[in-house]
């Protein structure tokens, strides 16, 4: 599948974006998690590339889209401006962590563009302020420390460190993601912090597929989330994918797919 380039030039930014070229079908849109690329959702685009008109946007400060201070609120927006832009609306939104409270944010504040939502593992705890101020520090200093050490590997290293991190992934999933490491920007870390998610929740009302990982992963949501979620919104629906952790569709790609179809018929 060659997925299709272009680029949407704004007042003071420009996002990337591929798709299939698909006109006419319902609009499947994708949105990628912190330091990856649109092009890491290659894989799960694939298998409904027959069903939809596919779009796999680059975030700004990553891929090939601009790079600059932003918000999680002008990410939303973004999307939003895609989508108006594009004339694609009612549109299926998919987004994992980074990507999927990119989506949450688009269905809670622009309702009227959005059908139905997937979030893969979005960044939602039960932790306290203070506990995610450290936390972000924390992720900060190691971000900056993790793209000085990449800067310094080959290609060929960068992909022997992924596999040798991601054994479960499918080989088809590195190509991607070893671009995606060379096309993050430092500033992509800040200004990401968000309104707390249960506030967020409480304003969706589209139906919404919630995908979460095992417990005993490095998976962000826990059970004690999904209980919340649940009693908070009677849109939600939540799916556990057992063996997988954060990245849950690169690590059970087939319960994923079969959770995501599910969901979409």
Known sequence: MHWQAHDLHFSDHVLHYHGNGNAG?????????????????????????????????DARNHGQSSRGMVSAEDMAQDLADVITTLKLAPIIAVGHSMGAGTVAALAADHPHLVARIILEDPAWSDEDDTQKTKGMRKRAKGFAKYLEMIARLSDDQLLAMGRAQHPQWSLDDFPNWVQS???????????????????????????????YADETSDGIVQQKVVDQILSLNPCFQCTQIIGAGHNLRREQFEAYITAVEGFLS
């Open 25 to 57: 079908k319902p609009a499947l849109v994708f949105c990628h998690g912190f330091s990856d690329n649109g092009l890491c959702w290659h894989r799960v685009a694939l298998r409904f590339t027959d069903q939809f008109d596919i779009y796999l946007l």
């Open 181 to 211: 490491k060379r096309e993050v920007d430092e500033l992509a870390l800040k200004g990401l912090t968000r309104s707390p998610w249960q506030t967020l929740i409480q304003t969706i009302n589209c139906p919404a597929l919630l995908l």
